[in-house]
C-alpha cells in the first residue's frame, strides 16, 4: 500500500504574531504544550482545512491565520480522515436529534457512537463480501486471505473485551450491532457506558472501521476520561488496528508516551516564530 499522509503543515501569521511549520510522520505526531500556547488550535485549523480545502488553503478570521498542507505523495490532492472529540458534552435540543431513531442519544459521545453504528455494519457487509470471494476459491492461499480479512474485527472485538474485562463487560458477538452483555446476561447499549468506556470505543471502533486504509486521524486529548491504563495502551491499540494510520494528537499526558513514543512528541514552541511574521519557504 503507497503511503498517503500530511507531510507538513504551515500556519501563518496565527493571531497575527505567530508562524508554525511542523514536519510530520507517516505513524505518530503527538503536540505538547503548556495550556494556552496552542495546540488545540493547531489541530483546530487543521481539521477545518481538510473539511473546507484539502490541499488547498485556508483563512480563519477568528484567528488571522493562513493554513497549508503538503502531502505525500506530494501530487495527491486531498487525504481520508477522522476527528475525533473527546469530550462528553450534552448534545443541545434540535431538529435533527428529533429524527434520530434512539432517543437515548443525548451526549457528543453518544452520538459520535450512533453515526459510527451505521458505518460500523456498512463495515461488516464490506468484510462479508470479502470473505466470500475469498472462499469461493479453494487454495490455501485465498483461505488465509479470507481468515486475515475478518482478523481486524477479531483484534477489535478481543481488545474492547480486555479492556472492560475489570467491570464484567463482553461484547455481544451474537448481533451485527455494537452491545454488551454484563455477566447477568443484561444486555447494555453503548449509551449505557461510563464517558471513559464510550471515548475508548469511539476511537477503537472509529480505526477498526477505517479498514485498513491509509487515514490521518485527529484527536485532542484523547487522554480525558481514560484510566491511566488506558493512556497507555491507546497508541499501540490503534496500530494494532490499522498500522496504516497516521495519529496526530494534541496531549497533556504523559502516560501516552509512555510505551516507546517520546520521539514522536512535538513541542509547540520547537515549532512556533514569534514576532513580525512572514510566509515560510516551500519545503
Not at 109 to 117: G, P
Not at 200 to 218: P, R
Amino acid at each position: 500500500m503507497n503511503a498517503q499522509y500530511i507531510r507538513r503543515i504551515e500556519i501563518t501569521h496565527l493571531w497575527g504574531e505567530h508562524d508554525i511549520s511542523w514536519d510530520l510522520r507517516p505513524d505518530v505526531n503527538i503536540l505538547s504544550g503548556a495550556n494556552g500556547i496552542g495546540k488545540s488550535t493547531i489541530l483546530n485549523l487543521l481539521t477545518a482545512l481538510l473539511r473546507n480545502a484539502q490541499k488547498g488553503t485556508f483563512h480563519s478570521q477568528l484567528t488571522g491565520a493562513t493554513v497549508r498542507l503538503f502531502f505525500e505523495p506530494a501530487e495527491a490532492d486531498s487525504i481520508r480522515f477522522d476527528v475525533i472529540r473527546s469530550i462528553d458534552r450534552p448534545l443541545l435540543p434540535g431538529e435533527a436529534l428529533g429524527k434520530l431513531s434512539d432517543q437515548n442519544v443525548k451526549t457528543e459521545l453518544d452520538w459520535q457512537l450512533y453515526q459510527l453504528q451505521r458505518r460500523y455494519l456498512d463495515y461488516q457487509v464490506n468484510v462479508s463480501n470479502r470473505i466470500i470471494d475469498y472462499l469461493q476459491d479453494t487454495t490455501p492461499e485465498a483461505r488465509e486471505k479470507a481468515l486475515e480479512a475478518g482478523r481486524p474485527r477479531r483484534t477489535f472485538q478481543d481488545t474492547i473485551d480486555r479492556l472492560f474485562r475489570e467491570t464484567g463487560k463482553r461484547l455481544d458477538r451474537g448481533h451485527n450491532e455494537i452491545a454488551f452483555l454484563l455477566p447477568s446476561g443484561k444486555r447494555l447499549t453503548p449509551y449505557q457506558l461510563s464517558s471513559g468506556e464510550k471515548q475508548i470505543l469511539v476511537i477503537l471502533l472509529t480505526v477498526l472501521i477505517q479498514d485498513g486504509q491509509a487515514c490521518t486521524l485527529l484527536m485532542d486529548e484523547p487522554e480525558i476520561s481514560l484510566h491511566v491504563e488506558w493512556q497507555q495502551q491507546l497508541i499501540a491499540c490503534i496500530r494494532q488496528l490499522n498500522p496504516h494510520a497516521q495519529i496526530i494528537l494534541a496531549t497533556h499526558s504523559p502516560a501516552v508516551i509512555m510505551d516507546g513514543w517520546l520521539d514522536a512528541v512535538t513541542e509547540v514552541s520547537d515549532i512556533t516564530r514569534t514576532g513580525n511574521p512572514s510566509t515560510p519557504a516551500e519545503p
